[in-house]
């Protein structure tokens, strides 16, 4: 799927060509067309089904710029935002409460791809693209988790590596985002070749009226800064734990069942199969999960996530969730899988016999933690 029509199914409300916002077609059994179970609580597996389940309705996400009769003043703030960690978290929570305060429109805006991923294909040097900690639709719906109304993502291309300071912030936070109060980090930088800084800002809201604000880096109980390149450095050596801390929850893939090589049920483990976004920060691996959006509860599993060397050599990263005694038609099911602790490293067997015996231990050691740990 394209990040294109990612952003499309996920928002549901966003601008078509016309610069307005496609209409969702009414449901039967909901008032005035509205989904009434896709409400996007996250202690609410069973209604994940609805393709507007992980985002709550009132987000309006444009893919650029929204269109003038769509804008309005806002309370702003940049960033990649990769993972929403409580780092993240944090800058939200004050966007949102200076918002409530000055009755303006808490607001996102974020690149697709990664400024780093640009130059890194750019100058041929894909070793240093960032990892994703989560995929678009994962980001998206933390921001809407998180209070954030508007979401902008400006697709960070050559257009926008070589804009000004100064037209960034006339063109895109004056004009195009109508922002009235800006947050950011001490150490942002902005426009070509990173020209411009948090002084900049401070003139340019003097003169177009609005206010900069910046914040300090937010730190754990032992002092250490909590950011996306801790997270990855987490997810990289299997530290779940760690991880879920710097998040404020459990990491997790989510995405749509779709048909793989069904090897799996001929060896007597059926899997769901999920997509799983390029340079996946999650180290490659077997791990224990639950899986929210099949059922009114979350549903215990046993999951690789890596390339399965030993039946394909693609190369190419898929998430495989065994239901631990569920049998569901999952199918085109949109699914949010929980990782909760890894149990060994991904690794190419000799045989299939030998392949699934070892799914079989998985799946002891799995129902082992289960009933130790519960749901």
């Not at 926008?160 to 947050?183: D, P, T, Y």
């Amino acid at each position: 799927m394209t990040r294109r029509r990612l952003v499309e199914e996920i928002s549901g409300k966003i601008k078509n060509s016309k610069g307005n916002r496609a209409r969702p077609t009414p449901k039967s059994g909901t008032r005035h067309g509205q989904r009434a179970r896709c409400r996007g609580d996250w202690n609410k597996p069973g209604i994940q089904n609805c393709k507007l389940s992980l985002v709550k309705p009132p987000l309006r996400i444009y893919r650029s710029l929204p269109p003038p009769d769509r804008r309005a003043p806002c309370a702003l703030t940049i960033g990649n935002f990769d993972g929403v960690h409580r780092g993240h978290q944090a800058m939200l929570a004050r966007v949102c409460h200076v918002a409530r305060e000055r009755g303006l429109t808490p607001a996102v805006m974020t690149f697709e791809p990664h400024p780093r991923e640009y130059f890194a294909t750019l100058n041929h040097r894909p070793e240093l693209a960032p990892t994703r900690i989560s995929g678009l639709r994962d980001k998206l719906a933390a921001l809407a988790r998180y209070g954030i109304s508007q979401v902008v993502v400006e697709r960070f291309n050559a257009r926008l590596a070589e804009m000004s300071a100064n037209a960034f912030i006339e063109n895109l936070l004056v004009q195009g985002l109508q922002a009235k109060w800006l947050l950011v980090g001490e150490d942002f930088r902005f426009g070509h070749k990173r020209s411009g800084d948090i002084d900049l800002l401070r003139e340019a809201g003097m003169r177009h009226g609005f206010d900069v604000q910046t914040l300090a880096d937010v730190t754990d109980r032992q002092g250490h800064r909590i950011s996306s390149s801790e997270v990855r450095t987490a997810l990289a050596v299997g530290d779940l734990e760690r991880a879920r801390h710097l998040l404020g929850h459990p990491y997790h893939i989510s995405g749509h069942v779709i048909h793989g090589q069904k090897l799996g049920r001929t060896l007597g483990f059926p899997t769901m199969n999920l997509r799983v976004a390029e340079r996946c920060a999650a180290r490659s691996g077997i791990y224990i999960v639950q899986v929210y959006g099949l059922a009114e509860r979350a549903l215990p599993a046993v999951a690789s996530l890596g390339v399965r060397p030993t039946v394909e050599d693609r190369g190419r990263v898929l998430l495989e969730a065994h239901l631990l005694d569920e049998t569901v038609n999952a199918y085109g099911k949109l699914v949010r899988v929980e990782f909760l602790q890894k149990l060994r490293d991904e690794e190419k067997f000799p045989d299939l016999p030998s392949l699934t015996a070892a799914i079989a231990e998985d799946a002891r050691n799995a129902r082992a933690y289960f009933a130790v740990h519960g749901l």
